[in-house]
Structure formats: C-alpha cells, structure tokens
C-alpha cells in the first residue's frame, strides 16, 4: 500500500485548505484512514480518522467543528477539508491507513499499518 498526501502551503489564519490523501496497492485491506500532525518539537498527534465502509468519521477536540474528512470510493482517496485554520494548526498532515477498526483505538499511532510521506501545512497570524 502506497499513500500520497497533498494540498498542504502556506496560509493566513482563518483561511481554508483540503489536504488529499490517496492510497494505492492492495487497498481493499484498508478499514480505516486517519490523519496526524507533527509540530517541530512535539509529537505526533491524532486528528480525524474515518471508517471507510461506513463513512464515519472521528475527530481529535482541538479540531472538531473546523475539520471535515471525507472519502472518495472510486479514487481511493481520502481529504481533510480545514477550515478557520489557527496558527497552532501549523505541522506536518500525515494520512495512515489501517486494515482494522476499532473505534477505541482509532486514535492510536500503532493502530495504522501504512503512512503517507506527509504534507506541510503553515498557518500565519
């Protein structure tokens, strides 16, 4: 399984961007697709996950109301749509895929089986 994020620049706070994260390879063992952030210095940290046989979806509090996932069945492709993005929102967007789904743990880093290469996203005030 191959993941390729995308979308991430630089923006002003309060604006919007769509990251995109497409998977490709043996995806049909894929469960689930989750995106994390890292900030220099800090680890990296949950944001949304969706369930993609249902479409359900999962959100990290710092972002909820403003982030939106969603799925694209027929291009594999899974985005983050952010909205009134903050400059505490500057980090590294990494999209994973994980061949199982346990809503418990669905905001686990050891949960996800496969990583894309990351994308920066930039927020100034």
């Known amino acids: 399984v191959q993941l390729q994020a995308s979308g991430g620049g630089l923006v002003q706070a309060g604006d919007s961007l769509r990251l995109s994260c497409a998977a490709s390879?043996?995806?049909?063992?894929?469960?689930?697709m989750g995106w994390f952030r890292q900030a220099p210095g800090k680890e990296r940290e949950f944001v949304g996950a969706?369930?993609?046989?249902?479409?359900?979806?999962y959100y990290a509090d710092a972002v909820k109301g403003r982030f939106t996932m969603s799925r694209d069945n027929a291009k594999n492709t899974v985005y983050l749509q952010m909205n009134s993005l903050k400059p505490e929102d500057t980090a590294v967007y990494h999209c994973?895929?994980?061949?199982?789904?346990?809503?418990?743990?669905?905001?686990?880093?050891?949960?996800?089986?496969?990583w894309g290469q990351g994308t920066q996203v930039t927020v100034s005030s």
């Open positions: 994973g895929l994980s061949t199982s789904f346990i809503v418990s743990t669905i905001r686990r880093l050891g949960v996800y089986d496969y």
């Open positions: 390879g043996r995806t049909f063992s894929r469960a689930a």
């Open positions: 969706i369930n993609w046989s249902s479409g359900n979806t």
